[in-house]
């Protein structure tokens, strides 16, 4: 559910991707998305197709409420061509789990006392974001970035949500990390709230891993990282090119609903028209969102005015009663 606050920041955001000058959407090829995720060892119900002359697979846990899980940042961007390097980028910048290896404090069967082993951190804080952001995501961005667009000190923004683990957009250590960066300039922003749907890692992509991971049996919390680090690394770049196309039609609904979230998610044949050679960078925007952003824009620009009115009469009268 949305509050006029939630549909005006979402209209307002959606509203700064549009490029006037070309009537399309911004092309984001400076803007990381991250995000966070619970991956599982496995459902607790799935279904598979049999003959009868084969066996069912068997499955067995502890407890059917409590299976293993670990939770994973992201990182990506949108796929181009890096022409310093002569390759493309995927846009994959990385997918870094939340766990520790510890050593092991009783013997058991499958392994003696003080054996390394890895355990997930069941309680993601701020303190562990930020540690990961500064020494993983950081690291990796200044690595992979094509540096065809590194002239002239390109700004790069990772977006965010709002979620409370997450770090403030001025924080100091961040901060400071990224101010040893000479070829770029790095800076974090937040997507509006209650808003998913704006970022391609809700948007699509967990899912798609997710459905990835689990064609891939394991047990144990090193392979279920395996299997979510191979299913990244697999993950196809042409896939993961038409979900920023998807992100930028979306930006197109939400501005025709003036920030609300009541629309379906549309379709462009992306494989088609990829096909027939007719596949755009960007989306265009459509003459109903034009029409709306305008009218929208003048209503909230005289809902303001109304507001500054309010508020001087407020203060006026303030005065007079203290005179």
């Known amino acids: 559910m949305l509050t006029d606050a939630h549909q005006k920041n979402r209209f307002e955001f959606c509203s700064k991707k549009v490029n006037e000058k070309t009537m399309t959407y911004d092309t984001n090829y400076d803007v990381i998305h991250i995000d966070e995720k619970w991956f599982y060892v496995t459902e607790s119900g799935e279904s598979y197709w049999v003959t009868d002359s084969e066996d069912v697979a068997y499955r067995a846990s502890k407890s059917k409420r409590f299976i293993k899980k670990c939770m994973f940042i992201a990182a990506l961007a949108r796929p181009r061509f890096d022409y310093s390097r002569n390759q493309m980028f995927d846009g994959k910048i990385g997918i870094w789990p939340f766990s520790e290896i510890v050593n092991a404090k009783r013997a058991s069967k499958n392994r003696p006392k003080g054996t390394p082993e890895v355990k997930p951190i069941t309680s993601v804080t701020k303190v562990h974001n930020r540690n990961m952001i500064i020494e993983k995501i950081i690291p990796a961005i200044v690595d992979k970035w094509p540096r065809s667009v590194r002239n002239d000190t390109p700004k790069v923004f990772i977006q965010q949500d709002n979620a409370g683990p997450h770090i403030a957009v001025d924080d100091p250590e961040f901060l400071q990390a990224v101010s040893s960066v000479d070829s770029m300039q790095i800076r974090i922003i937040s997507q509006p709230a209650m808003s998913p749907d704006l970022n391609i890692l809700d948007l699509g992509f967990f899912n798609s891993i997710q459905s990835l991971h689990y064609r891939k049996l394991c047990r144990t919390y090193e392979e279920l990282q395996k299997n979510v680090c191979d299913a990244f690394a697999n993950y196809k770049v042409s896939t993961l090119s038409d979900l920023w196309l998807t992100l930028q039609a979306i930006y197109n609904e939400v501005i025709k609903a003036k920030g609300n979230n009541n629309y379906k998610l549309p379709h462009l044949k992306k494989e088609a028209l990829r096909k027939q050679g007719r596949l755009?960078?960007?989306?265009?925007?459509?003459?109903?969102?034009?029409?709306?952003?305008?009218?929208?824009?003048?209503?909230?620009?005289?809902?303001?005015?109304?507001?500054?009115?309010?508020?001087?009469?407020?203060?006026?009268?303030?005065?007079?009663?203290?005179?």
Do not use: P, W, Y
Not at 282 to 305: I, P, T, Y
């Open 280 to 323: 755009q960078e960007n989306v265009s925007v459509c003459s109903g969102a034009l029409k709306s952003m305008r009218s929208h824009q003048e209503f909230l620009n005289n809902q303001d005015k109304k507001k500054e009115e309010v508020d001087t009469i407020l203060k006026m009268t303030k005065k007079l009663t203290e005179v």
